[in-house]
């Protein structure tokens, strides 16, 4: 059963939350990462984004499992060097960073593929514990990262990535 207009929302997020309660339970992540929310133009489209991350928020602390969340031009600075790089930048290097063959499909996949790097990267478990240097994309990561902590450098409204 999917996700279906013709159901009422509670039962939408009820159909959400348990395909995310079975994936949760087959693939018992350590981690969750996922896209902070920032308003759009189209404030049902961010409402219905907030209500199913919610849910996911819900299933994960169920489980105990901690849930970090990026913005968008975090995830694109980690994985292009750019905080404004266009989906077809992010795709690109995700393919290469993951030394994949052809770009992920569908296309959301580079994203959310993007996004678990960038959690990888600023968490520091995609680091070499035998002390080789970074790539350029996490050194450029690491400076972004420094500079925000000294100024607030927040999001502008309407700001997307997909």
Do not use: Y
């Not at 600023?122 to 680091?127: D, P």
């Not at 972004?144 to 700001?159: D, F, R, Y």
């Amino acid at each position: 059963m999917g996700s279906s207009h013709e159901l009422s929302l509670d039962a939408r997020l009820l159909v959400i939350a348990e395909a995310v309660d079975q994936w949760l339970d087959a693939f018992k992540p350590d981690v969750l990462a996922i896209e902070r929310v920032f308003a759009q133009t189209n404030l049902s489209t961010v409402m219905g984004v907030a209500q199913v991350q919610g849910a996911v928020l819900v299933c994960a602390a169920r489980r105990g499992i901690p849930v970090a969340m990026h913005t968008p031009s975090e995830v694109k600075a980690a994985v292009t060097g750019s905080g404004r790089a266009d989906k077809a930048s992010v795709t690109a290097m995700v393919t290469r960073i993951l030394r994949l063959d052809e770009p992920p499909r569908p296309a959301d996949a580079a994203d959310a593929l993007a996004l678990a790097i960038a959690h990888a990267w600023r968490s520091g478990s995609a680091f070499s514990a035998g002390g080789e240097s970074a790539t350029a994309a996490q050194q450029l990561w690491r400076s972004a990262e420094s500079k925000s902590k000294t100024k607030k450098n927040k999001e502008k409204p309407g700001a997307t990535w997909h």
